[in-house]
């Protein structure tokens, strides 16, 4: 799922449900092809393996990356609440073909896993200290490595993808990013 390989359609929708156990009780998708058959984005994957860890933890999807995920990296001010991220500005916001994709504009639970939460530029540099540090003492190496790996994604802007992290190349040094406005 987490790849975009298990060849599930990209219908993301805007039709929102107010928790993934709303959304994911009444769809139904057949996947286009054997998982593992090829890359295809899909926000869907993304939101169905926030499902799966809501199911397996017993927890909120948002609660689950509170306790698991924010409170560990010390990231203070991240949310999914578009409330709260506007009330803590400055908060980064995405921007796509003259579109600024700010918090008020992304207020569904489906929509969480695959980029609801919201965060300050602060937030997302410890991000980028935890991969620096090779996941600190947030994350093993063993799962640094597996987040940094790539497969080919057969993309023309793109070589290669990995767990939401696309390699691209500037001025011939490689580096790892996801140009979602979500992000």
């Not at 600024?100 to 410890?126: K, M, Q, S």
Request: glycine share 10%; with cysteine.
């Amino acid at each position: 799922l987490m790849t975009h390989s298990a060849a599930l359609p990209d219908l993301y929708t805007y039709n929102c449900s107010d928790d993934l156990t709303e959304h994911w009780s009444s769809r139904t998708l057949q996947p286009w092809a054997p998982p593992g058959t090829f890359y295809n984005y899909s926000n869907e994957g993304w939101s169905l393996a926030g499902r799966i860890a809501e199911v397996i933890t017993g927890l909120d999807f948002d609660d689950l990356v509170q306790e698991l995920v924010l409170e560990p990296s010390l990231m203070e001010t991240a949310t999914f609440d578009p409330s709260e991220a506007m009330d803590n500005s400055p908060y980064a916001i995405g921007y796509d073909n003259g579109y600024f994709y700010t918090p008020e504009n992304n207020d569904c639970a489906y929509t969480d896993p695959a980029g609801g939460l919201h965060a300050t530029v602060l937030d997302l540099a410890r991000t980028m200290e935890m991969h620096i540090a090779d996941g600190g003492d947030l994350l093993s190496i063993g799962s640094v490595m597996e987040m940094r790996s790539q497969m080919e994604s057969g993309y023309p802007w793109t070589s290669e993808v990995g767990l939401g992290q696309f390699t691209y190349e500037h001025k011939g040094i490689e580096y790892l990013s996801h140009s979602g406005a979500g992000v």
